[in-house]
């Protein structure tokens, strides 16, 4: 049955194959046609009949090929079935006999092996107990903080604590002559002022003009402990 298949299909792959070039032989031959035709409906009816040609071409060569690899394997399926072994006797190995002498010999060695093949068991050395370290931990120190700068108040009667850096925008607290102020990081150069961020002692935060105040390091080293204080105190 194998060998049919085999046959059948070599004979349709031959035919697929040579009708595959028939195709192909008779699109180059239209498309020569095609090339001397005027432009119109004839010359688009050629063209159409190369393609057709040219794809059933490809489909011939293609369908042959794999008809080629089919027959390729049924091949080699016949060679197996061919080639396996006939029922016959099957093969018996012969089994040594063992004799008396043998199995005496086997028995002498056996106890010789055994005591020869003590193993030596060295003692390993226990590693040593870990000593106690005590660990040092280290004392933190206290770094004092920088004390912040401030300003003081000095335009003979007070300045508006405001909202922002603008004349005229929310008056927060009236700040008397001789108050510290706590300088904060804002600074903006305005149309009339210059204003910087502070904090009055009262903790509202706001900004002030710094035409009325002067800054810790304006202060004159001429002034007095006593002043100082009473300027501190309001």
């Known amino acids: ?35 001397r035709q005027p432009y119109g409906v004839g010359q688009q009816e050629i063209r159409r009949a190369m393609q057709v040609d040219f794809i059933r071409g490809f489909a011939a060569a293609v369908v042959g090929l794999l008809l080629l690899l089919a027959t390729t394997g049924l091949g080699g399926l016949t060679q197996l079935a061919v080639s396996e072994p006939s029922d016959g006797p099957t093969p018996t190995m012969a089994v040594p006999e063992t004799t008396e002498t043998d199995v ?22 226990a590693p040593p107990e870990p000593t106690d370290t005590p660990t040092i931990t280290p ?49 903006v150069v305005g149309e009339e002022f210059e204003w910087q961020e502070v904090r009055a002692p009262s903790g509202q935060e706001g900004w002030v003009a710094v035409a009325f105040i002067i800054y810790d390091t304006d202060l004159p080293d001429e002034l007095e402990n006593d002043e100082l204080e009473e300027v501190e105190n309001g």
């Not at 005496?104 to 005591?115: D, K």
């Not at 009236?174 to 904060?184: H, I, P, R």
């Open 1 to 35: 049955m194998t060998l049919i298949l085999t046959v059948v299909f070599t004979v349709l792959a031959v035919v697929l194959i040579l009708a595959a070039f028939f195709f192909i032989g008779r699109a180059f031959v239209q498309r020569a046609r095609r090339n």
């Open 104 to 125: 005496e010999a086997s028995s002498t060695a056996t106890p010789t092996l055994a005591a020869t093949a003590t193993a030596t068991v060295t003692p390993t050395p």
């Open 139 to 187: 004392t933190p120190t206290n770094t004092p903080e920088p004390e912040p700068e401030t300003a003081v108040v000095q335009s003979g009667v007070g300045v508006w604590l405001r909202a922002g850096p603008d004349p005229d925008s929310e008056q927060l607290e009236w700040l008397l002559d001789g108050t510290v102020l706590t300088l904060l990081p804002g600074f």
